[in-house]
T-cell receptor, first 112, second 113 residues
């Protein structure tokens, strides 16, 4: 079945520790991959997309086609990073619009 | 400027009642999407509009769900004869173009008793 898997419902770390939020997908071909974030009492918003190869708020994500993974990493977590993180993709072939498929999400809790 | 707005923010319905959820996209945004987010899950695609045309309704879970965007701006998601399994947060999102950055609304939390 086609799916996006985020194996951890909760990831709890201390401030300054490295963070890796796991995401695996089971689509063939070359999907577009994204990370979305939802801070407490705020809207769901785009964090980063793999085609941009950018670093946002210190987060990076590398697409590994061999392992079909798109893990989100940050070397030193901050308390303000505490939020729900959703991995998402647009399945191939691109339908021409943002028909996003989301994982179930991982809650990141950064403790002081 | 104003972002995507949705109303009501919370809706409690008795089983069997009809409900209507409204989405006001960002002005000028051509593309509009509805997603359903059940408790503890990620958002799931329901339907997509480009202007007033509903180009994809493959995610609507049953024929009790109906969406419209008659003038290519405001959209309404209607659920007839609500069931308990319809309880979820309904998210609306819009983008300038079909592949533009998606901007999400705050969602409507529907609880069916």
């Amino acid at each position: 079945a086609q799916r996006v898997t985020q194996p951890e419902k909760l990831l709890s770390v201390f401030k300054g520790a490295p963070v890796e939020l796991k995401c695996n997908y089971s689509y063939s071909g070359s999907p577009e991959l994204f990370w979305y974030v939802q801070y407490s009492r705020q809207r769901l918003q785009l964090l980063l997309r793999h085609i941009s190869r950018e670093s946002i708020k210190g987060f990076t994500a590398d697409l590994n086609k061999g392992e079909t993974s798109f893990h989100l990493k940050k070397p030193f977590a901050q308390e303000e990073d505490s939020a729900m993180y959703y991995c998402a993709l647009i399945p191939p072939p691109p339908g021409g619009y943002n028909k996003l498929i989301f994982g179930a999400g991982t809650r990141l809790a950064v403790h002081p | 400027g104003a972002g995507v707005s949705q109303s009501p923010r919370y809706k409690v319905a008795k089983r069997g009642q009809d409900v209507a959820l409204r989405c006001d996209p960002i002005s000028g945004h051509v593309s509009l999407f509805w997603y359903q987010q059940a408790l503890g899950q990620g958002p799931e695609f329901l339907t997509y509009f480009q202007n007033e045309a509903q180009l994809d309704k493959s995610g609507l879970p049953s024929d009790r769900f109906f969406a419209e965007r008659p003038e290519g701006s405001v959209s309404t998601l209607k659920i007839q004869r609500t069931q308990q399994e319809d309880s979820a947060v309904y998210l609306c999102a819009s983008s300038h173009g079909p592949r533009g950055d998606l901007f999400f609304g705050p969602g409507t939390r529907l609880t069916v008793l």
